[in-house]
């Protein structure tokens, strides 16, 4: 096999030494601007040194919306965000775990062999010639290498190719992708020099490219250049958690504690939720200090999860541990612990707080939710006022319920069980208990097709009062109505997590309450089998979230590799008491 002469192809950085900024480039590196499809994209930059201030507007189309972009930015990088209360968060996290070690095989799934090696040109021709039917080719190549992870000289002998063909340019989606690869490896030399080019080029990049950047060089002694392009990105759109983490990891791993809170604070500012990498690494940087007001911003953090009832991972919970127990002078202990029925800890023997809503408390969600969840929220505006006010007379004109069933979600539990058997099955047993109950349901369960027999649907409505909507409509709303409207007492049942509602609520209170009540009032299954008795899910008589009295903290934490679903909380627990 032959290979490229060593000075032809060192890599990026030589060809960057063969062109300097504010001269023109040479034939090879000319490629690597004069793509069609970057000008199509971004204005083109004289050059000039000094212009990098100025910022052309991006045509339309380039940037494509906040949503967009955020989700451009997590396509680079799939292992950072996923929304903390989400169904599956826990099976993502294990799947996870096993992704980064990578095939010992070059074969990948779709049977595309990897050369292992640098090929030369003849070579590439060759296995270019072997995959004709790509269009194209490089790109397609340079994605395959990587998903592969593969060695970077591999990727670079199939860049030093394509510069060198005549009919081909070094495209920017290909510097991009090949930045990607860069930027997985940690091969920050490379990242800087592929910085420079892309700089000494294009007045912006797309968010997609800022990140990549961004990510790469808050590792590198080049970190600061990361917090100038968060301000770049700034001008399209608001930055990502990711972008953020980045920074201020890039901050606190050069010692710059008062810049790290400040982008902590700022990304707060919008709503941003840090990751638990980023606040580990605050615990982490802070451990033994004697700061007092270091220490009063990570109980802050403590704070911010209890007050967004996030639950936070092991290796988090670790570090807040590490870090209690570093506190000159404190005498913290941490202990990892359950939790027992009475609510008692099992290590410090306190009671955590419970569960149960005040008459106040209750009636005080009671009202927002009305006001904003069901009067004023759009759920409601998939129905019709018509529709809302037969359903609030149909709910007045009942006593109160004391179990109201979500029909369609509890029936699509078994998916291999006919619907209406499932639905008449877990009916029939409540109405055994003599517990008053209300179905809602669709109207399209009533047309009698092969998973909604007539007989059964008929079967229901004798034991259970049932209210069926549009097909349009949203139950979620119907659901929390009747429950509260009931009172106190009430329970519903769903698998649903009631997120979207959870989002309407104005405020952390509200939240805070929506939440304590939502896990003392929804049965969720345990399991469940056609013709077996049903068994819910425990309702506790604790509340799971992080807590404190002052000379103890309660955190609840989410172990490795144990899923919990998205109506469960964690039954872990870090204790932490003060030795006296
Ligand atoms: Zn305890």
Redesign the pocket.
């Known amino acids: 096999m032959t290979f490229f002469p060593a000075p032809y192809w060192q890599g990026l950085r030589v060809l960057c030494a063969l062109a300097p900024r504010g001269r023109p480039p040479p034939p090879l590196f000319s490629r690597f601007y004069s793509s069609k499809e970057v000008r199509g994209a971004f204005p083109t930059a004289t050059s000039s040194p000094d212009n990098g201030k100025t910022v052309s507007p991006l045509p339309s189309g380039a940037n494509s919306g906040k949503t967009g972009e955020r989700k451009g930015g997590g396509k680079h990088h799939p292992s950072v965000s996923h929304p903390l209360f989400s169904a599956g968060a826990a099976k993502s996290r294990s799947r996870k775990l096993g992704q980064d070690q990578g095939p010992a095989s070059v074969f990948l799934e779709d049977s595309v062999l990897l050369p292992a090696k640098p090929l030369n040109s003849e070579e590439w021709e060759k296995m270019k010639d072997t995959w004709k039917t790509q269009k194209n080719f490089e790109n397609w190549m340079m994605k395959k290498m990587i998903k592969n992870n593969s060695p970077l000289d591999v990727a670079k002998s199939l860049l030093a190719w394509v510069a060198k063909r005549n009919s081909s340019e070094l495209g920017y989606s290909l510097l991009i992708h090949y930045l990607t690869l860069c930027v997985h490896q940690k091969q920050t030399a490379e990242v800087i020099d592929l910085y420079e080019i892309l700089r000494a080029r294009y007045r912006c990049l797309e968010s997609g490219a800022y990140t990549l950047l961004i990510r790469g060089l808050s590792h590198s002694d080049h970190w600061r250049e990361s917090l100038l392009l968060l301000e770049k990105v700034k001008k399209i759109i608001i930055p990502s958690k990711t972008n953020y983490g980045d920074c201020i990891e890039g901050a606190l791993l050069h010692q710059e504690m008062d810049l790290a809170w400040d982008l902590y604070q700022e990304m707060l500012g919008y709503s941003l939720t840090p990751s638990w990498s980023t606040l580990r690494l605050f615990f982490e940087t802070g451990k033994g200090s004697n700061d007092g007001q270091l220490k009063d911003k990570l109980l802050d953090i403590l704070v911010y999860l209890r007050d967004h009832q996030m639950y936070p991972e092991e290796s988090f919970v670790q570090s807040v541990k590490t870090w209690f127990e570093s506190i000159p002078g404190e005498r913290w202990k941490g202990q990892f612990?359950t939790v027992q029925k009475s609510g008692r800890?099992s290590?410090?023997g306190?009671n955590l707080e419970s569960l149960h809503l005040s008459p106040e408390e209750y009636d005080f969600l009671k009202e927002k939710i009305m006001k904003d969840v069901i009067e004023g929220s759009d759920q409601f505006r998939k129905t019709s006022p018509e529709e809302l006010e037969k359903y609030k007379d149909f709910v007045k004109r009942h006593p109160p319920f004391d179990i109201v069933i979500d029909g369609l979600n509890v029936a699509n539990m078994k998916s291999k069980v006919r619907q209406s058997l499932t639905l008449l099955n877990v009916v029939t047993q409540l109405a055994q208990k003599n517990l008053k109950l209300l179905v809602l349901g669709r109207k399209h369960m009533l047309y009698g097709t092969a998973s909604w027999r007539k007989q059964e649907m008929e079967a229901v409505q004798k034991n259970a009062a049932c209210f069926f909507t549009e097909n349009t409509s949203e139950d979620d709303p119907f659901l929390l109505y009747a429950t509260l409207h009931s009172g106190n007492h009430c329970k519903f049942v769903t698998q649903d997590l009631l997120r979207d509602h959870k989002a309407c609520l104005p405020d952390a209170l509200t939240r805070r309450l929506f939440f304590k009540w939502q896990q003392g009032h929804q049965l969720a299954f345990s399991s469940y089998s056609a013709g077996n008795r049903i068994v819910f899910q425990p309702v506790l008589s604790y509340d799971t979230l992080v807590q404190t009295t002052g000379d103890?903290w309660?955190i609840p934490y989410d172990e490795n590799l144990v899923e919990r679903y998205s109506y469960e909380v964690p039954t872990k627990w870090l204790?932490l008491?003060r030795e006296h």
Do not use: D, N
């Open positions: 612990t800890c290590a410090c306190k103890s309660h204790c008491c």
